[in-house]
């Protein structure tokens, strides 16, 4: 039997057996407004909906005040609407829950949030939710993964975001699945590799990109020619709620083999695709890790233009 990708692509520390790092179908949308009221009830809500979705499934989560992971599976802890409204509007604000089997794991089954206090709005930062489900946890659930992402996008009304098989990470900073992780990045185009807070402090006024599924604000879409832009794109289905758009690349989402659409939703949307960012990974290994900012970004404009489109045109 063949492995599944799950298992060709995670990465496990010998010793300890703990898992450095696994792959998941991911959502990360970035949204204004994190110390706002109704903002937080967005957040709330779709954290309520996921309870239910991986009913028995959520491990951990932490100490709001002093980050200790606490094992569910020993006691309840208080949740998010125990404290949440009540903080204030300067203070910035995050939970967490995963799936792991110990609290350092990564985990297929993970939401994670960062709110940004008001204070920090001013500048470029943006609050973040990113959100983790097993690669076929779909195939057998009563909604498709299109109409929970619509919901939440109709409640939370975020910047930006995508949607797409993604890399996710261990809980205590073993940075000893970097090389695994640059190669998988080289060899599956249309895999996601995150780094949630690098991206909230850079993606304000830009997009990290393209992917299986984009979501966009109104406000972002029109700097590129709004829906009629769209339409010149062959192959892509688009939902609307209130100002945000879930634009779907592709009937499923590509990893090695990439569709025209996907080149074709970069091109037209690197105009306000982030061109400057921090690398992701610290390890120092030229040509192993995405070593500099410089790698991460050449990364990031993967879907620019399609291999081989340029050299064509001098022809």
Known sequence: MEPTLEQQLQLIEPGSQQILMTVC???TLFFEGGYEKSKREAILSMFADYQ???AGQLNFTTNPQTGRWKDLRQ?????PDKWLLDTDEDEAWNFIYHGGEHHRDASDIRFS???CGDWEEEGDDLSWVTINFPLTFFADYSESFQDVLLRWIGALQPEHGYAAIATTHNHYDNTQ???SEYQFAQQYPGLDIPDHIGHGMHLKPHIKGINWLTIIHQSYLDTVGGLDAL????????WQQGDVYLIQAADKPALQHIPDSYYQLGALFEPIRVKEHDTVHSTEAPGEVFNTP?????WLARFDQ??????SSRD
Do not use: F, H
């Not at 006691?75 to 949740?79: C, D, L, R, V």
């Open 294 to 298: 410089e790698d991460y970004q050449e």
């Open 52 to 54: 239910q979705m991986m």
């Open 75 to 79: 006691s309840t802890y208080m949740t």
């Open 177 to 179: 699945y970097e090389r």
């Open 231 to 238: 339409k010149t794109v062959e192959g892509i289905q688009v």
């Open 25 to 27: 179908l991911n959502v």
């Open 113 to 115: 949030v960062l709110g």
């Open 306 to 311: 399609k291999p081989g489109a340029e050299a």
